[in-house]
């Protein structure tokens, strides 16, 4: 199983850019959904979630700016961003919890590779 991140990109103050994760391999079911991102000497947070059944959650820093989605039939999520400011400029990571479709039907948590956003002002 991996996870396939894109989207990266540089976009001015106050645009948008929508990421996306793909989960390829021996997938039968994507559970929780999160998207992290690392800023420059800074630690990795926590930006979105979506659980299994469609809950959300979002750091107070991306609310309402931000909206995290997923398509089950395409194995795949997404992390749409409006309004973006230079402070939104980072690393960002999709992690997964991801049931594998061979047995053992195990779940395990997946990382993707990183995708650079930088914001200008």
């Known amino acids: 199983v991996q996870l396939q991140a894109s989207g990266r990109g540089l976009v001015q103050a106050g645009g948008s850019l929508r990421l996306s994760c793909e989960a390829s391999?021996?997938?039968?079911?994507?559970?929780?959904m999160y998207w992290y991102r690392q800023a420059p000497g800074k630690q990795r947070d926590l930006v979105a979630s979506?659980?299994?059944?469609?809950?959300?959650n979002y750091a107070d820093s991306v609310k309402g700016r931000f909206t995290i989605s997923r398509d089950n039939a395409k194995n795949a999520a997404y992390l749409q961003m409006n309004s973006l400011k230079p402070e939104d400029t980072a690393v960002y990571y999709c992690?997964?919890?991801?049931?594998?479709?061979?047995?053992?039907?195990?779940?395990?948590?997946?990382w993707g590779q990183g995708t650079l956003v930088t914001v200008s002002t």
């Open positions: 391999g021996s997938v039968l079911k994507i559970n929780n």
């Open positions: 992690n997964a919890d991801i049931t594998r479709s061979l047995l053992p039907r195990t779940t395990r948590n997946y």
């Open positions: 979506e659980t299994s059944d469609g809950r959300t």
